[in-house]
């Protein structure tokens, strides 16, 4: 299974980026994608994920509601990102937890996708 990210970069503050994450691979079923981020000398921490069963329910962390949006189409998922701020400034990780061909749960990251915001 395999995560790729793309999206990030440099962008003024109030500006917007769009992240996604396609997963690919020997896939049964994908449980859940999210977008964590980790900034310098901070722990990774959860920005928004989706549930891919139960009606897609979506969770936000409280420093983006309402700037941020996760969605999705097929095996890729999206984080729309509105009003950046330069707090927001760190490194975007896709996780998914996944359901491969042998039936096994497991989670995958992306390697990550820098995002900038400068003020």
């Known amino acids: 299974v395999r995560l790729v990210e793309s999206g990030g970069g440099l962008v003024q503050a109030g500006g917007s980026l769009r992240l996604s994450c396609a997963v690919s691979?020997?896939?049964?079923?994908?449980?859940?994608m999210g977008w964590y981020r980790q900034a310098p000398g901070q722990q990774r921490e959860l920005v928004a994920s989706?549930?891919?069963?139960?009606?897609?329910t979506t969770s936000y962390a409280d420093s983006v509601k309402g700037r941020f949006a996760i969605s999705r189409e097929k095996n890729t998922v999206f984080l729309q990102m509105n009003s950046l701020k330069p707090e927001d400034t760190a490194v975007y990780y896709c996780?998914?937890?996944?359901?491969?061909?042998?039936?096994?749960?497991?989670?995958?990251w992306g390697r990550g996708t820098l995002v900038t915001v400068s003020s």
């Open positions: 996780n998914a937890r996944v359901q491969d061909l042998m039936l096994v749960i497991d989670e995958y």
């Open positions: 691979g020997s896939i049964f079923s994908i449980h859940a």
């Open positions: 989706m549930t891919f069963t139960s009606g897609g």
